[in-house]
């Protein structure tokens, strides 16, 4: 069988997936422009014409950035130390994979036990005195930030610690003794070789913020609700499928803004590691 004929095959099955789902994006984009055959921006005028689906797209795009930035704030430290870690790396990499084991709807339920007005933390606060009333834990962005950063973390942590597992060590070391400072070192050496890891676990964790259903519905309620969950209202609730298409295309279109100039950069320092490395 000819190599061009085994890789065709080999690239099928992802072919045929990428051309259902590029199938299904035009149809999203379709039904939510096209109505009766002609070019209707009707559901688009509503949204921007709304100030509560203007704040909602909003508060979408800060809870998104937000959580992402404690992901990259927890995630690049826990990387570096597991991939530096010298004794057996496999229990560490079971520990941060484990909550993958467990439904996202029972991870997200067990911080509404915690932060809840009865739950454990309130709890503990009011048998020791120092506040009289529950504070507000939950049903604000502070629950929904926590929550998406417990549940997406492991995702920047493995992005990072892939990168990070295959710079050698000797890289910093040689640093460090011609005279290097460790922050010297990390600036200048571990943190460059190690973007392409960062940018991608940026990217997808931004990605799932965005369209995080279940932890914004349980932990934000239906007062302060993202984009994700208005969707997903809209089709079970209400039935209104162009609307929910057009509420999906404009956080198609906002989450593209921020992740494609991502990828640019991506790229362009993979290619400026690799030139680097070629000479």
């Known amino acids: 069988m000819p190599r061009s004929l ?127 009333r529950p504070a507000k834990l939950m049903y604000n962005d502070f629950g929904v930030i926590l929550g998406l950063v417990h549940v997406l973390l492991p995702f920047m942590i493995i992005a990072i610690l892939s990168v990070l597992m295959q710079i050698p060590r000797n890289l910093e070391e040689a640093s460090m003794s011609l005279g290097g400072r460790p922050s010297y070192s990390f600036r200048t050496v571990l943190l460059p070789l190690s973007l392409p890891g960062v940018l991608t676990g940026i990217t997808l964790v931004y990605l799932m913020a965005t369209g995080a259903i279940v932890t914004p519905l349980l932990l934000g309620g239906l007062g302060d609700t993202m984009l994700g969950t208005e969707i997903f209202q809209e089709v079970m609730h209400f039935f209104d499928y162009p609307k929910a298409a057009a509420l999906a295309t404009v956080l198609l279109i906002t989450a593209l803004a921020v992740v494609l100039p991502i990828q640019i950069l991506e790229r362009w320092v993979a290619r400026r590691l690799s030139d680097g490395g070629s000479q």
């Open 6 to 132: 085994r890789i065709a095959l080999l690239l099928a099955p992802s072919g045929l997936l990428m051309c259902v789902f590029l199938y299904g994006l035009i149809r999203l984009i379709g039904s939510s422009l096209v109505t009766d055959g002609q070019i209707d921006l009707s559901y688009y005028e509503a949204i921007f014409s709304r100030a509560d689906y203007v704040a909602m797209l909003g508060r979408t795009l800060r809870i998104a950035a937000m959580t992402t930035f404690f992901c990259l704030l927890l995630g690049f430290p826990t990387a570096y130390y597991v991939a530096r870690y010298r004794g057996n790396r496999n229990f560490l990499l079971l520990m941060i994979i484990f909550p993958w084991l467990v439904s996202i709807v029972v991870r997200s339920y067990g911080w509404v036990v915690i932060l809840g007005p009865r739950g454990l933390i309130n709890g503990f606060l009011t048998w020791t005195g120092l506040i009289e």
